[in-house]
């Protein structure tokens, strides 16, 4: 073969194959700018499911959350006046008594003895007090001398009263009405004014103690009213506010506040941890969002409100704000329905579809 003619062939056939490769190539990137331009224009209009409220005026009730304990009413450690051998204990452990009753009593046998000698003396002292003002109305003795068998008398009778009270010293009398608990003494026991014999508790009505930091205390007044749990029972309990300290902590910047709660069953007990919520604002007719639907943006707040299947954006004023919602004082109106989920991935008319509403 002539070598004109080979070497045609050969630049014939690299032509060929680069035409053909061009060919195969062109559509392939043809199809894949489409599929990019597919994918763009996809994104652009992908939707984002959401949960929306529709708003509308509510009462919205502002709680403190605390923890307290339960207080008695009243409650004393009991203990006699006086140093002596108990003799009689009348009272049982874990029972209620009056005001007034006798629960024990020491030693008393040489007070009764001076008592009567004491007491045996006043017939006498009283006959020669009769005797000398006789004889004084018939000038047969001096004034003076009535005045000394009166002060007699008188001395007589102060003796007396010292004695008896010094027997009431010897006995253990409720201070109040309340429950006795267990008691720390038996019959024969030497007792002084330092040996406990049982505790003594009131509890109808039963005290509710707790601290309120500083912030709130211009809050709390007589009167303001609160809710309280405890953890053996299901149902809120009622109190009201009855004193507080007179000043505010220096450690801890709270201020003590107690107040009462009936109790007419007894069923409540001191020492119980109660959670108390107390109210700070009551408001009727409030416009309230879930706090979730606020979204901070330099230095303002916003929400976004569902129009027409997209986002947009409201500037708000908030007021009260609570555990899970947060007063709108303004921006938005009754009626409006705002988004309460997915806020951070919202832009002004970004296109949204409501799934459903809280």
């Known amino acids: 073969m002539n070598k004109y003619i080979k070497w045609g062939l050969v630049t014939l056939l690299i032509a060929g194959v680069g035409v053909f490769?061009?060919?195969?190539?062109?559509?392939?990137?043809?199809?894949?700018?489409?599929?990019?331009?597919?994918?763009?224009?996809?994104?652009?209009?992908?939707?984002?499911?959401?949960?929306?409220?529709?708003?509308?005026?509510?009462?919205?009730?502002?709680?403190?959350?605390?923890?307290?304990?339960?207080?008695?009413?009243?409650?004393?450690?009991?203990?006699?006046?006086?140093?002596?051998?108990?003799?009689?204990?009348?009272f049982k452990e874990g029972s209620f008594v009056k005001k007034g009753t006798l629960l024990a009593k020491v030693n008393d046998a040489e007070l009764q003895a001076e008592l009567s000698r004491l007491e045996a003396q006043v017939p006498l002292a009283e006959e020669r007090v009769t005797r000398q003002s006789k004889l004084l109305q018939r000038d047969a003795v001096s004034k003076e001398a009535l005045e000394i068998v009166k002060t007699e008398l008188a001395t007589l009778n102060a003796n007396i009263e010292k004695v008896k009270a010094q027997i009431r010293q010897t006995e253990l009398r409720a201070p109040f009405d309340g429950v006795i608990g267990l008691r720390q003494v038996s019959v024969g026991a030497y007792a002084s004014p330092t040996t406990i014999v049982a505790k003594h508790t009131s509890v109808k009505p039963i005290k509710v103690e707790f601290s309120v930091p500083e912030r709130y205390a211009g809050n709390i007044k007589k009167g303001t009213g609160l809710d309280f749990n405890i953890e053996s029972r299901l149902d809120t309990l009622r109190a009201e506010v009855y004193a507080t300290e007179t000043s505010i902590d220096d450690n801890t910047h709270t201020l003590l506040v107690r107040a009462i709660h009936p109790n007419s069953d007894g069923s409540?007990?001191?020492?119980?941890?109660?959670?108390i919520r107390l109210k700070q604002n009551d408001i009727e007719n409030a416009i309230v969002?879930?706090?979730e639907a606020i979204v901070p943006e330099m230095g303002k707040k916003k929400v976004f409100v569902y129009r027409s299947g997209k986002a947009m954006p409201a500037e708000v004023i908030t007021g009260v704000r609570t555990e899970s919602e947060i007063q709108i004082i303004k921006g938005i109106e009754p009626g409006d329905t705002v988004i309460t989920?997915?806020?951070?991935?919202?832009?002004?008319?970004?296109q949204v579809k409501i799934t459903a509403y809280q």
Do not use: C, W
């Open 21 to 90: 490769g061009y060919i195969n190539l062109q559509p392939k990137e043809n199809e894949e700018l489409s599929e990019a331009d597919k994918k763009g224009k996809g994104k652009e209009k992908k939707t984002l499911e959401v949960y929306a409220k529709v708003i509308g005026p509510q009462r919205l009730v502002d709680e403190l959350p605390i923890i307290g304990r339960l207080v008695p009413d009243e409650e004393v450690m009991l203990s006699f006046e006086t140093s002596g051998k108990i003799t009689d204990i009348f």
């Open 289 to 291: 969002v879930p706090a």
């Open 268 to 275: 409540l007990m001191s020492g119980q941890y109660a959670s």
């Open 341 to 350: 989920s997915g806020t951070l991935q919202l832009r002004k008319g970004s």
